[in-house]
């Protein structure tokens, strides 16, 4: 098949080289010239392990490439895959569309030929039913063109296996049109479907509310553990292991049951407001409402995390040098946006620490980010004169460091797991003080 993809940010890079693996010719859409041209010469503006491999490889067999035309986009193809963001509003907690329009604005006029536009990226319920009026009204097919919502369920770090072996596929279809834009989606994915991944049909808002409520369960989750542990810490009980009883309770799991720094991103953190903020505007805020706190506990943890490096020094961090191992908001990505780690490096800072940050791939996305904060090339040098160690992001270098090994580089053998992703023992018996969140 013939597809576009709109938007050559995180997704809409990930969709379309995923889309040109699974064998069909892709043109790849972005306003910003710098990025297409970056795109077409095989260099991915962000780390995603083995994304650039396929993208060099689909650049090569001529089923993939990259323009800012729309009008080449409207003559390419009849199925139109949008990708663009959805960022918070500046200073609301509802997401910004202007992107999502801008897209169908600019391509409904050249729509010619009837058409299908699926929607990937995550948006409030109702979008979907709004922009299909839109597109209508605009687009000379008129009511030749469909509008679909695809919803896309990446893990930053997984992303390419999570498009091609998904859990699930999700098609939302208009209910008064069944059949043309569901059967254009069954071709594109039909050697997915062929391998048995599980397909649920269902109506727009539908769709558009699973990657809401899928964001909404997973953030609670995280943030309910994060709760516990504050009780933890109040009564010397040891979280950890407390998650690894639930986790033996198939109607719990153990998944995301890992107390923390909590989660950050572009996604959970704006989504689940993003969310809240739509309920309110359908006149059913009560329905949401835990969210509010589910993200205050979030944020509450980034506080808990400075107050115990501080603890760990002394009482304050005033005049103290201290090292953070992480800067993204998740191992295996260069991703920065609402980073826990950088945010509590920030604090820190704040309050008279010398901080110096070391992340494997996050590095000049931090500084662009936090240009103040000291930068270590290496976990030795972040780790120089250090009297406290702040475990930040788990990425697999810092879960495998040999605590005897970084004895002669730091001032003092304090380690705070921002991430419980240490084993205590270890760290302890090689002689150092360890500090963990919501354990002993």
């Not at 010469?41 to 800012?68: A, D, I």
């Not at 923390?260 to 805020?285: S, T, Y």
């Not at 780690?341 to 931090?366: E, F, I, R």
């Not at 304090?414 to 969140?437: E, F, Q, T």
Request: proline share 4%; net charge negative; glycine share 10%.
């Amino acid at each position: 098949m013939r597809l576009t993809v709109f938007g050559t940010g995180y997704l809409g890079v990930t969709h379309a080289v995923c889309l040109a693996e699974l064998g069909h010719e892709v043109l790849g859409i972005d306003i910003d010239a710098a990025k297409i041209e970056m795109l077409g010469e095989g260099r991915v503006p962000f780390y995603e392990p083995g994304l650039e491999h396929l993208l060099l490889k689909n650049l090569e067999s001529g089923r993939l490439r990259f323009s800012t035309s729309y009008a080449d986009a409207a003559e390419f193809a009849d199925l139109h895959f949008l990708c663009v963001g959805t960022p918070q509003k500046r200073g609301e907690n509802a997401a910004d569309l202007s992107h999502v329009d801008a897209v169908v604005d600019t391509l409904a006029p050249l729509l010619t030929r009837p058409a299908v536009i699926v929607g990937k990226s995550t948006v409030p319920v109702g979008t979907a039913a709004r922009l299909t009026v839109r597109v209508r009204g605009a687009a000379p097919a008129g009511e030749g063109v469909e509008v679909a919502w695809n919803p896309e369920f990446l893990r930053e770090g997984f992303a390419v296996a999570d498009t091609l072996r998904p859990d699930r596929l999700v098609f939302g279809i208009e209910r008064d049109r069944p059949g043309s834009a569901e059967g254009a989606l069954r071709d594109v994915y039909t050697s997915l479907l062929t391998q048995g991944v599980p397909l649920v049909v269902t109506d727009l808002a539908t769709s558009e509310l699973v990657k809401s409520s899928a964001n909404a369960f997973l953030a609670t989750k995280i943030s309910f553990i994060n709760a516990i542990a504050e009780i933890c810490e109040a009564t010397g009980a040891d979280v950890t292991v407390l998650a690894d009883a639930l986790g033996y309770d198939a109607r719990i799991g153990r998944s995301f049951l890992n107390a923390g720094l909590g989660f950050g991103g572009g996604c959970l953190p704006k989504d689940i407001r993003a969310f809240a903020a739509r309920a309110g505007e359908l006149g059913v805020d009560q329905a949401l409402s835990f969210l509010r706190e589910v993200d205050s506990i979030n944020m509450r943890r980034r506080t808990k995390v400075v107050e115990l490096v501080a603890e760990a020094c002394g009482g304050s961090l005033l005049g103290m040098n201290v090292a953070v191992l992480g800067a993204a908001f998740k191992p295996e990505s260069d991703d920065v946006r609402d980073s826990p780690a950088l945010n509590v490096a920030g604090m820190m800072q704040l309050h008279g620490a010398a901080v110096s940050v070391y992340d494997p791939k996050a590095m000049a996305n931090s500084r662009n980010l936090f240009p103040t904060l000291e930068y270590a090339t290496s976990t030795s040098g972040a780790c120089k004169n250090a009297d406290a160690v702040l475990v930040a992001t788990e990425w697999a270098e810092f879960v495998a460091l040999d605590p005897v090994e970084l004895d002669s580089a730091v001032r003092a053998r304090v380690i705070v797991d921002g991430r419980n992703c240490l084993d205590p023992s270890v760290w302890r018996s090689a002689g150092w003080i360890y500090h963990g969140l919501g354990r002993r």
